[in-house]
């Protein structure tokens, strides 16, 4: 079974604005803290949002002020609401749960230590 499913990416021009939307297996713990993923063609994946258990949020210095992570515990579903999009947003994105306490804590760490499981990823294409 897939860990997580990822939706809503598309092709948008700059200031275009998308909703990401991630759900979660029945078998991952949602209570875990969560965390988008972004990786460009030819580079690493690096997280650029998390929310935690008490929905205390972090992100990236590259997307603060323009994205917004949000969770639902009813429909164990993750949202980033990503608006003001620019060229350097492109990139498939993904989702993860892990045992953080903290959503700074997490961010801090690198995509690998969060899981070895992904799901298949939502693309992103901001042109000018």
């Known amino acids: 079974e897939v860990p997580y499913v990822e939706s809503g990416g598309g092709s948008v021009q700059t200031g275009g604005s998308l909703r990401l939307s991630c759900t979660a297996a029945?078998?991952?713990?949602?209570?875990?803290?969560w965390g988008w993923f972004r990786q460009a063609p030819g580079e690493e994946r690096e997280g650029v949002a998390a929310?935690?258990?008490?929905?205390?949020?972090a992100y990236s210095d590259s997307v603060t002020g323009r994205f917004t992570i949000s969770r639902d515990s009813a429909k164990r579903t993750v949202y980033l609401q990503m608006d003001s999009l620019i060229p350097a947003d492109t990139g498939m994105y993904y989702c993860?749960?892990?045992?953080?306490?903290?959503?700074?804590?997490?961010?801090?760490?690198?995509?690998?230590?969060?899981?070895?499981?992904w799901g298949q990823g939502t693309p992103v294409t901001v042109s000018n």
């Open positions: 029945e078998y991952i713990d949602f209570d875990y803290c």
């Open positions: 993860a749960g892990a045992p953080y306490r903290s959503s700074r804590e997490a961010l801090a760490d690198s995509a690998r230590a969060w899981t070895s499981e």
């Open positions: 929310i935690d258990s008490d929905r205390n949020t």
